[in-house]
């Protein structure tokens, strides 16, 4: 599924080029195989939609290859989450709970792309959808040898940054 880049911001359209998308993306790629998953699609996001406060960046930090074993949700899904919260909450100045619109578009767009995610790839679980035991060295040696990463999250990091980038375009977020 390819998605154009013209991202939505706060009721404007901003034309972003494909180049800036497409760096953007190549940077997510970089740290998602040298950091964490849940980093990468998260500092893509903030990135993408212009939210430059570096402390946003820390709400993924410790969430590392499923939690290691990697029985636990896609990384990417985490970080995701927690951008679409942060978008949701731009300019608030309370809690969630003093704002049900926005935190109803929060629900609504993490169930999307849960649901989504889950429907094309399968599973939302991190071991499994990696194929690997992050807990277990051998498997992460030969894991990050072989770069398996490849056919794996780098998919799946593609799928949810343009699956969200559509959401925005499409009014959903």
């Known amino acids: 599924m390819e998605v154009s ?30 950091y964490t998953c849940a980093e990468a699609s998260l500092q893509a996001l903030l990135r993408l939609w212009e939210m430059t406060d570096p402390q946003l960046s820390w709400a993924t930090a410790g969430y590392l290859g499923g939690i290691l ?12 989450c927690a951008a679409i919260g942060f978008r949701c909450g731009q300019g608030k100045d309370s809690i969630p709970e003093d704002h049900p619109e926005s935190r109803g ?6 169930t999307e792309l ?24 051998e498997q992460l040696g030969e894991y990050i040898a072989e ?23 499409d009014g959903k977020l």
């Open 105 to 110: 578009t929060a629900i609504q767009a993490v």
């Open 5 to 34: 880049t013209n991202i939505v911001r706060q009721g404007h359209t901003n034309a972003m080029s494909d180049l800036d998308f497409e760096e953007i993306l190549t940077q997510a790629y970089k740290r998602m195989h040298r």
């Open 114 to 137: 849960y649901e989504d995610f889950k429907e094309k790839f399968g599973s939302t679980t991190c071991k499994t959808l990696s194929k690997v035991d992050f807990s277990d060295g």
């Open 147 to 169: 770069k398996k990463w490849k056919g794996t999250c780098d998919v799946f990091l593609g799928y949810t940054i343009r699956k969200l980038v559509s959401m925005v375009e």
């Open 69 to 80: 074993s990697g029985e636990t949700t896609c990384g990417l899904l985490i970080g995701s």
